[in-house]
C-alpha cells in the first residue's frame, strides 16, 4: 500500500487538507477566549463533553496527524535514497528551492514535538480531570486554565515560535498540496492567494492570543 510516490504525496495532500480544517476550528474557538469569556468556556465545554467529538472526531483527527506525519517521513526518507540530500520540494529546482522547502521535515518534526506539548497542556489535563480524578462538571473552568498556560514567557515564547515555524511550514505544504492535486490553473491561482493569506494569518492569530494572554496577566 501506498507503493507509489504520487500516491504518497497524494495522501499527504488529503491529510494536510483535512488537519488544516481542524486548525480553522481550532483557531476560531481559541480566538473566542479574546473577547468573550464565556463563549469560550462554552465552546470549550461543548467541545470536551459532546460525544461525538469525543469518540468520532478525536480519533479521526489524531488518526489524521498520524498519517499525514508518517507520510511526510516516508517521502523524506524516499528523496533522500533518491538524490542523497533533504529534498522534499515544490519544484525540481533544489538549488534555488527555500529553506523552509529543504527543511520540511525538520520544521514537522518541530511541529509534532509542539503538538506533544499542546496535548500535554491541555488533553492529557482534561482525560486526567474527568477520567482519572472523575472532577465534577465545570462549565466555568476553561478560561481560567488556558490563562494560566501562558503565565511564563518560556512557554509563551515556544508557542509563538511554534506558530512562526507552522506558517512556514503551511506556506510550502499549500504549494506542494495544491500541485500535487493538479490545479495548475485559475482555481490553483485563487487557492494560492487564498493559501497564503491562511497560512499567515492563522499562526499569527494564534501567536497574538497567547502573548495577548500572557499580557494581560500584567
Excluded: C
Excluded at 74 to 90: H, M, P, S
Excluded at 195 to 213: E, M, N, Q
Aim: no cysteine.
Amino acid at each position: 500500500m501506498f507503493k507509489s510516490s504520487l500516491l504518497r504525496k497524494m495522501v499527504m495532500a488529503l491529510s494536510g487538507l483535512f488537519l488544516i480544517s481542524f486548525l480553522s476550528l481550532h483557531f476560531a474557538i481559541n480566538l473566542a477566549s479574546v473577547f468573550s469569556e464565556e463563549i469560550y468556556n462554552q465552546w470549550s465545554h461543548f467541545m470536551g463533553y459532546n460525544g461525538l467529538v469525543q469518540f468520532l472526531l478525536q480519533p479521526v483527527l489524531i488518526a489524521g496527524v498520524i498519517i499525514h506525519f508518517v507520510m511526510g517521513f516516508v517521502l523524506e526518507i524516499q528523496n533522500n535514497k533518491a538524490r542523497g540530500t533533504v529534498n522534499y520540494k515544490v519544484s525540481g529546482k533544489s538549488k534555488n528551492s527555500s529553506w523552509i522547502s529543504r527543511n520540511m521535515i525538520i520544521s514537522g518534526a518541530v511541529i509534532l514535538a509542539f503538538i506533544g506539548l499542546h496535548m500535554y497542556d491541555f488533553w492529557v489535563h482534561e482525560m486526567s480531570y474527568k477520567y482519572v480524578e472523575q472532577l465534577p462538571v465545570d462549565e466555568e473552568r476553561y478560561y481560567a486554565y488556558t490563562v494560566l498556560k501562558f503565565a511564563t514567557i518560556e512557554r509563551t515564547a515556544i508557542y509563538v515560535f511554534a506558530f512562526f515555524l507552522l506558517a512556514l511550514h503551511l506556506l510550502h505544504g499549500f504549494a506542494s498540496s495544491i500541485q500535487t492535486l493538479g490545479l495548475d490553473n485559475k482555481l490553483g491561482m485563487a487557492l494560492k492567494s487564498f493559501a497564503t493569506l491562511f497560512s499567515i494569518g492563522i499562526p499569527a492569530g494564534f501567536a497574538f492570543i497567547a502573548l495577548f494572554h500572557h499580557l494581560n496577566q500584567f
